[in-house]
């Protein structure tokens, strides 16, 4: 079963990117699909994105349209989040998550630990 | 984007009592709903899929039901351990939008 690393805490100002690495170990993967989910503290989870490496396809929620890009690299089994413009509203816990690419659509079963961004000046 | 609405925000009740948190999707997706649990501090944790299908290693306490709009979780017998947050997900198609969570607490 795959089993997803991210990328350790950052810490970013205001006006600045962020690129957000999740790693998948022990599973084909593109046999899957891969989600970013966000928690900003205190709140509840928000979804950002989809990506389906075996078809090259990628959706975003309609909030972080332009503004997030999620890649994804067949050579190294990794999966990308960029985030620009940062503001202290991105402030938040970033997971990523993933799913059977097949016979779907599936759940979210397979999570990593998370990533802490924090943005201020 | 389309809206999951759980209800209620928050819940306090005694062990071994039934719980019962429902989710309500703005359009139609038949039984693509998902509940999650996540406890302070720690990665959400998938219960349910296809709105009723226990996912492995979940206690058999934890049921779900519903399709098309309405859905429900629930608790048979309240468990100390279960005090958390719990969120239904949509994920017919994208965008997979989260409820905006239920927290269980233990009177």
């Known amino acids: 079963q795959v089993q997803l690393v991210q990328s350790g805490a950052e810490v970013k100002k205001p006006g600045s990117s962020v690129k957000v690495s999740c790693k998948a170990s022990g599973g084909t993967f593109t046999s899957y699909t891969f989600t970013w989910v966000r928690q900003a503290p205190g709140h509840g989870l928000e979804w950002m994105s989809r990506i389906i490496p075996i078809l090259a396809i990628t959706d975003y929620a309609q909030k972080f349209q332009g503004r997030v890009t999620v890649t994804a690299d067949k050579s190294t089994n990794t999966v990308y989040l960029e985030m620009s413009s940062l503001t202290s509203d991105d402030t938040a816990m970033y997971y990523c998550a993933s799913a059977s690419a097949f016979d779907g659509p599936n759940a979210f079963d397979i999570w990593g630990q998370g990533t802490m961004v924090s943005v201020s000046s | ?107």
């Open chain 2, 1 to 107: 984007d389309i809206q999951m609405t759980q209800s209620p925000s928050s819940l306090s009740a005694s062990i071994g009592d039934r719980v019962t948190i429902t989710c309500r999707a703005g359009e139609v997706i038949g039984t693509y709903l998902a509940w999650y649990q996540q406890k302070p501090g720690k990665v959400p944790k998938l219960l349910i899929y296809a709105a009723s299908t226990l996912q492995s290693g979940v206690p058999s306490r934890f049921s779900g039901s519903g399709s098309g709009t309405d859905f429900t979780l629930t608790i048979s017998s309240l468990q100390p351990e279960d005090a958390a947050t719990y969120y239904c997900q949509k994920y017919n198609s994208d965008p997979h939008t989260f409820g905006g969570g239920t927290k269980v607490e233990i009177k």
